[in-house]
C-alpha cells in the first residue's frame, strides 16, 4: 500500500524571511571584530577572553542592534551562507512532518478485528465490499472509515420502554433482554439497505413497537395479569415476521425476556390487595383440602382395616374350610381303606363258605349220612321205628346184615 505525501510548498525568497538580517546598506551595524593573525593566541582571562568585564567607570549600555551574521568576504557570501540555513531549516521542518505524518498514517491504517467481530470498510463515505475477518488489518489512511460489527451472538438490554394499555394507562418496561447474531454472508447487504446500526432498526425498535401493539390492543389486567405470559410469545411472532420480511435469514433471534412491567403504584396497591384476598383464599382451600386429606386418610385407614379383617376371615375361612377337607380326605381314604378290608374279609369268609358249602356237597353222601344218623342212634337210649319199610328200620336193618356178614 502506497502512502501520499503532502505537496511541499515552494521556498520563498530571502527577502521575505523575517529572521534574515541583510548587511548590505545598513551602515548601523558595528564592524566585525579583527581576525588574530595566524600562529597567535589570544591570552584568556579569567572570564574568557570575550567575556572580560568593562571598566568600572564605564556604564554597561543597554544594546541598540541586532546581531548580524558576518561579512564573510562581500555581499555575495553573506548571502549564499543564509540562503543555505534556510535550505536546511526547512529540510528539517519537512522530514519531521514526514515523519509526524508517516506515524500517523500507519496508527490510521493498522487495526485489529476481535474474534466474533467484522470489519466494514467506508471508503470516502462509500460501503466498500471487502469484509474483514478476526487480526491485524491495513487500510488507507484518512480516507478509510472503519466499523466493527458483532456476528456472534450477543445479550442487549433495552432502554426502558413506556406503552398506554387500551384502558389508558401507562406501563413501563424496564431490562428488556434480547440475544441476536448476524449472518456473515449478508452484512454488505444489510449495512447498503440499513446502515450501520441494524439491529437497532431490525430487532430493537420492532421488539418495541410489538410491545406497544400488545399493550395497545389490551386492558392494565390483561397486559399485567391474565395475558402477561402471551406477550413474549406475541412479539416474538410480530419480530420473526418483520425479519423474514426485510432481512431473511440475515439475523437469528436466540432469545427474548420481557419482565413484568411497571404499573401506576395505586394499581399496583389494588393488585396488591387482590393478592392477598386470593392468598387469604388460598389459605383456606388449604385448610380443606387438609381437613378433607385427614378425613380421607381416617376413612382410608377404617377401609383399610375392614379389608385386612376381611382378608384375616377370608384366611382364616380358607383354613378351615382347608383343614375339613383335609379331614374329609383322611376320612375317605379311611374308608376305602376300611372298605377294601372288609371286602377282604367278606371275600375271605365267602370263600371259606363256599368252600364249605362245596365240602359240605361233597360230604353229603349216603355213607356219610347214614354215619351220622348212626352216630345220633347211637348216643339215643330209645328209637322208635315202624317196620322196615321206614328210612330208620331200613338203616337198622343195614346195620344189621353189615354186622352179620362181618362187613
Known sequence: MVLSMPSIPSMPSLSSMPFMVQTQGNTNLPPPPPRPPSGHHIKPTINGPFLNPAPKSEAIKPAQHSLGIPDMGGSSGSSS???????????????????????????????RVQEGNIAVYFKNGALMPEIGGPGIHLSTPFVTTILQVTI????????????????GVVNVFRDIQVISSLNKEKIFDLILSFGNDIKQVLVYDRISE??????????????????????????????NISIDKFAQDAIIIWNLFIPKPEIPPAIAANYREVKIEWTKQLVAQQKQKTERIKKETILQNAVLDAEREKAIGQIDNQARLQKKENEQNVSIIENQIRKKHEDTNADIESYMAASRAEYNKNLLTDQYIKLQMSKSLITNTKVFFSGQDSALGSILSNLVQFDGNGK
Open 81 to 111: 551562507s543564509s540562503y543555505s540555513v534556510t535550505c536546511i531549516l526547512f529540510s528539517g521542518i519537512i522530514f519531521v512532518a514526514a515523519i509526524f505524518i508517516g506515524i500517523a498514517a500507519l496508527v490510521n491504517s493498522v487495526h
Open 152 to 167: 456472534r451472538p450477543e445479550t442487549r438490554y433495552l432502554n426502558a420502554l413506556k406503552c398506554t394499555t387500551s384502558d
Open 210 to 239: 410489538g410491545i406497544q401493539s400488545f399493550c395497545a390492543n389490551n386492558s392494565i389486567d390483561e397486559v399485567y395479569n391474565t395475558k402477561f405470559i402471551e406477550i413474549e410469545e406475541s412479539v416474538k411472532a410480530s419480530l
